[in-house]
């Protein structure tokens, strides 16, 4: 149980392109949703947490307007890199929190996307 | 301000070894603290929690308020847990995790 669907996997597109990453639960709800940005070889980095039928919140140093996230629907948060640039490549990572239940319940990853600007 | 440290980037035994991932964190409360694991080419995925006292694969971690430490042990490793490991400490209302660094585990036969 607890599965998390994070589509696509791999993504290759030009410089200037909007592209929408989407992050599925599967077989549970999740109120909350968080995005993560991994560069290589480091650690993940909170980019801002997703509630659904609110606004996102986003870390500092993140660009809300560039980092567009929506969620729609207890089982699905997307996340759009408006206008994407060589250096918004990256390896993106959601994670879904069953609930809505206590702050400290584990997160379930999904499988990660990794986006590369021409 | 609120961390979690691994010192070590890379941890390398052979089979059969003890290890122990050390994990030192900084947060004022009583902390909520997961190990994570990442295989090669799989996602991310839950270890075991503090709270929940369990031993997962062979692997236990213990709270250690005193040295603020929180260090992923297993007596005999196995090749098969070569990974990285991430420490992690929930944040916040929402749960926001913040992870360590991660230390790479690479045990030889």
């Known amino acids: 149980g607890a599965v998390v669907s994070q589509h696509p996997s791999w993504v290759i597109c030009k410089s200037g392109t909007s592209v929408k990453i989407e992050c599925r639960s599967l077989d549970f709800q999740a109120t909350t949703m968080f995005w993560y940005r991994q560069f290589p070889k480091q650690s993940l980095m909170l980019m801002a947490t997703?509630?659904?039928?609110?606004?996102?919140?986003?870390e500092q140093g993140v660009e809300k307007d560039k980092f567009l996230i929506n969620h729609a629907s207890l089982t699905l948060s997307t996340l759009t890199v408006t206008s994407a640039h060589p250096e918004d490549s990256s390896f993106y990572i959601c994670s879904a929190r069953p609930g809505p239940t206590g702050y400290n319940q584990p997160q379930h990853f999904g499988d990660g996307t990794r986006l590369s600007i021409l | 301000a609120q961390r979690v440290t691994q010192p070590e980037k890379l941890l390398s035994v052979f089979k059969g070894a003890p290890v122990e991932l050390k994990c030192n964190y900084s947060y004022s409360g009583s902390p909520e603290l997961f190990w994570y694991v990442q295989y090669s080419r799989q996602r991310l995925q839950l270890l075991l929690r503090h709270i929940s006292r369990e031993s997962i694969k062979g692997f236990t971690a213990d709270l250690n308020k005193g040295e603020t430490s929180f260090h992923l042990k297993k007596p005999f490793a196995q090749e098969e847990d070569s990974a990285m490991y991430y420490c992690a400490l929930p944040l916040g209302s929402q749960g926001n995790l913040i992870f360590g660094k991660g230390t790479k585990l690479s045990v030889k036969p």
């Open positions: 997703s509630n659904e039928g609110s606004k996102a919140t986003y």
